[in-house]
């Protein structure tokens, strides 16, 4: 039962109850640091990623390592900062990985996607945006949009009510910059998106 008179204490009373997530610890493949969201609660705009990588469960902030940077860039390009929008994830807890982990990050699957689920739902119904962006292909599937971010970024989507835009991860923005093209067309591609968020 989430308690509290404003949308932080709502927040804040849900983080103590997905911190013991019964369901995703019982997993036993996710790590044990929780890592919830970062941001204002009364954000209009809701950006959901992955899941933690080393960086976020270090800092305990959602995207703070390379990714994030990005996504503050793309923030700042649209006219904001992280603490005028909320950041989340699809997945409260760092996937683990076989043996010493070191800064080695993987994707959530989909039986860790849906342990969390339910305080995703949450949040997005106490935080009620205007819009929310999924941030790459496993945030999609993760939310029930679908699968390929390629075939459905660009566009918006229902989930629970609210409009949300399909647009790439970060860390996808960051492996086409090493390309030959330099990452021209994901950036375009990107920014198209978040044009159609800001014009929302
Ligand atoms: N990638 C994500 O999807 N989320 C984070 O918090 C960091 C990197």
């Known amino acids: ?9 709502k927040l804040a009373a849900l983080a103590s109850i997905a911190e013991k ?3 995703a610890r019982a997993l036993g493949t996710l790590r044990e640091t929780m890592v919830f969201a970062v941001g204002n609660p009364e954000a209009q705009i809701l950006f959901i990623g992955e899941a933690p990588g080393f960086e976020e469960e270090r800092q305990q902030e959602p995207f703070v390592g390379p990714a994030g940077q990005k ?3 793309i ?3 649209m006219g904001l900062e992280r603490r005028d929008v909320y950041i989340s994830n699809i997945c409260k807890f760092r996937p683990a990985m076989e043996g010493n982990q070191g800064t080695s990050n993987r994707a959530p699957n989909d039986a860790e996607m ?3 689920l339910p305080y995703v739902l949450t949040e ?3 935080i009620q945006p205007k819009v929310i962006v999924a941030l790459g292909g496993v945030a999609c599937k993760g939310l029930g949009i679908g699968e390929g971010v390629m075939r459905l970024r660009g566009r918006f989507y229902d989930v629970q009510g609210i409009p949300t835009m399909v647009t790439y991860h970060p860390s996808y923005i960051l492996r ?7 990452g021209i067309r994901a950036k375009r591609e990107c920014w198209e998106d978040m ?3 800001m014009e929302k």
């Open 75 to 77: 923030l700042k390009a």
């Open 1 to 9: 039962e989430v308690t509290g008179e404003t949308k932080a204490e």
């Open 114 to 116: 849906a342990s969390c």
């Open 21 to 23: 997530s019964p369901e």
């Open 71 to 73: 996504l503050t860039g």
């Open 176 to 182: 086409e910059e090493k390309l030959a093209g330099g």
């Open 195 to 197: 044009m159609k968020v």
């Open 124 to 126: 997005i119904s106490i």
